[in-house]
């Protein structure tokens, strides 16, 4: 895949091939190069907070089976009855001691265990080892501050070693006081008819679609001040591994231009402060991709998506809403309101950019569009090393820094044999 | 019932979706009190407790309803003056979603009536379909039922409060960017 992949993404100069979001041999690879070797988000620990709470959702197009054990120990296993293949549990969520397939009836314990066979005396002649046909379990689980993640390549390095020095900004979205945040109950479950990768780059760091894609938002009232007011500072910043944030002026106003809501960032700014250290002076983040498919945003809306890839040319968008767990109740309500009317499938801001990213991913599907190189040039050569945001920083606020390493990390995931390449 | 408040009311609600298939969403806002509750709980797949495909462990908290519940993630959750908002960014020529615009067909149906909380108002259900066409070959159907509460200000009807539910839980359009 190597030749090729210099053939589809040439970072360096910032040019892309149209084909990598649209052609099905393209998407297969990424399905073994990608997501079944990346760290991928799975769900928030508040998601399934007690003994027996489970809930389903995939890796790649893996289904897959998360759920709390009877001693509390969160698990993940491979959503499919080791008898047939069938899916086990087709419920998004709920709480459960064991799930019993619809099939044959073979029953797994939360831990995954095989618990019971029938006719396994007489039919099987208890010849069946039922240890070795538990549910498969995922390599590696790990979570971060609340955020689950898990892979299914052991070989892959710790979860703290792939986040590196994104984990501040982590911080900055989910761990700001003391708890962290809570996920409001509830998903927006919805299909883009547009490849994962799009939206996957916009968050990552596309400050530059915002003045004109969102206006009719923006100025109908959907969002904060802050768009209409920026400082001019900011920088998109890119800490490795493909992880990407984008951040304004540490004085930029990010929050919904809620009175509670900005009377509440107002009275716990020094907390903030000394929890998370002198670089909020510095930097105001407020969307960002952990790579490859795990996005975040807090300004307008404190949520956050997973881009599940459905094809070359579908992604199922999954998408919460959290806030911090010790926030009152009316600036949780109120932050509640704002992600359901700026995000989500009707929010102002996002069923804007659905339209965007199908017409993007579709055009790599002609003869001759697919022959086209795609532009991420912007800002080339004047982005630098910041020890004190510990990434590769754009000197202007909007640039696609990013995109370059996003795709630059997409390529050495595609290309590289294995870990000890990348 | 009477017959003749059904008919007005059917007739109500016809009129409200000709407003809306033909665009006029100015219009329609004035059919919405000032007051109005307008929400779409979002709907999950789940096991009733009755299921055997689980086993549940602690009863207590376990959930088979498949709608979010109040102050739980909706797909709307507005007010009057948030969906007077959501007319006035359709107004700006910049609302991609509408841009071209959608083709849209609302069919209503399936209309009971209650008596309200009061002699001004009638608690009403239906059932909807909306077609929507929209560019070149986009198609999506939303499909669901409504509870309603319609109270007469002056003279006329007025929807006070709208729960829509659509059956969908994963949609399967790429947003919701029109009425119901």
């Given amino acids: 895949m190597l030749a090729e992949v210099n053939s589809l993404v040439d970072a360096d100069n910032g040019l892309i091939s149209t084909r990598i979001f649209a052609e099905p041999e393209i998407y297969q690879e990424e399905l073994e190069q990608i997501f079944a070797r990346c760290w991928l988000f799975l769900c928030h620990e508040t998601q399934i907070p007690q003994p027996g709470d489970f809930m389903t959702t995939y890796m790649g197009e893996d289904p897959v089976l998360v759920a709390r054990d009877r001693s509390g120990n969160i698990n993940a296993f491979l959503n499919i009855c080791r008898h047939r293949g069938n899916r086990l549990c087709r419920a998004e969520s709920g709480n459960a001691a064991a799930f019993i397939c619809a099939y044959h009836g073979w029953a797994y314990g939360n831990d995954g265990g095989l618990q019971a066979v029938p006719n396994l005396q007489d039919a099987y002649y208890s010849e069946l080892d039922t240890n070795k046909w538990g549910l498969i379990p995922v390599a590696q689980l790990d979570s971060y501050k609340g955020l689950i993640f898990a892979t299914f390549d052991a070989s892959a390095p710790p979860l703290l070693d792939y986040l590196g020095d994104v984990t501040w900004y982590l911080d900055f979205f989910f761990d700001r006081r003391e708890g962290g945040v809570e996920v409001v109950g509830g998903m927006h479950k919805w299909i883009l008819p547009a490849n994962w990768k799009m939206p996957s780059e916009n968050f990552c760091g596309d400050g530059y679609h915002t003045a004109w894609s969102h206006l009719s938002a923006t100025t109908t009232g959907f969002g904060g001040e802050f768009r209409s007011k920026p400082s001019g500072e900011g920088k998109v910043i890119s800490t490795g591994n493909g992880h990407c944030i984008v951040a304004l002026g540490a004085e930029d106003q990010t929050d919904p231009s809620v009175p509670v809501i900005l009377a509440y960032e107002a009275e716990i700014k020094q907390e903030v402060e000394k929890r998370l250290g002198d670089r909020i002076n510095l930097v105001k983040p407020h969307a960002g991709t952990i790579f490859p498919n795990f996005s975040i945003l807090r300004s307008i809306a404190r949520t956050f998506r997973v881009w599940q890839p459905r094809g070359p040319g579908h992604t199922e968008i999954q998408a919460g809403v959290f806030v911090d767990k010790a926030a009152p109740p009316e600036v949780k309500e109120a932050f509640r309101i704002q992600a359901i009317r700026g995000f989500g499938p009707s929010g102002g801001f996002e069923q804007d950019d659905m339209d965007n990213w199908q017409g993007c991913s579709e055009s790599g599907r002609g003869f001759i569009s697919k022959r086209q190189r795609l532009n991420i040039a912007m800002g080339k050569g004047h982005e630098s090393y910041d020890e004190k945001l510990s990434g590769w920083a754009s000197d202007y606020r909007i640039s696609e820094n990013n995109h370059r390493n996003y795709y630059r990390r997409w390529g050495q995931m595609m290309s590289a044999a294995n870990w000890s390449e990348l | ?180």
């Fill in chain 2, 1 to 180: 019932m009477r017959d003749e408040t059904i008919r007005e009311i059917e007739q109500f609600l016809y009129r409200e979706a000709r407003l809306l298939d033909d665009r006029k969403f100015h219009e329609w806002l004035e059919l919405l009190t000032d007051d109005i509750r307008y929400w779409m709980p979002v709907r999950s797949n789940r096991y009733p407790v009755i299921s055997k495909a689980i086993s549940i462990l602690d009863g207590s908290r376990y959930e088979e309803d498949e709608l979010s519940k109040e102050g739980e993630l909706a797909i709307m959750d507005e007010d009057k003056d948030s969906l007077t908002r959501r007319v006035q960014r359709l107004d700006t020529g910049m609302a991609w979603a509408e841009d071209p615009p959608s083709r849209t067909r609302h069919f209503v149906s399936n209309v009971q009536l209650e008596p309200g909380a009061n002699d001004s108002e009638l608690n009403v259900y239906s059932n909807f379909i909306m077609y929507r066409t929209r560019a070149e070959t986009e198609v999506d159907f939303y499909v669901g039922c409504r509870e309603d509460v319609l109270r007469k200000v002056g003279g006329q009807w007025k929807v006070a409060y709208r729960k829509i539910v659509l059956d969908q839980t994963v949609l399967l359009a790429k947003n919701v960017s029109n009425f119901f």
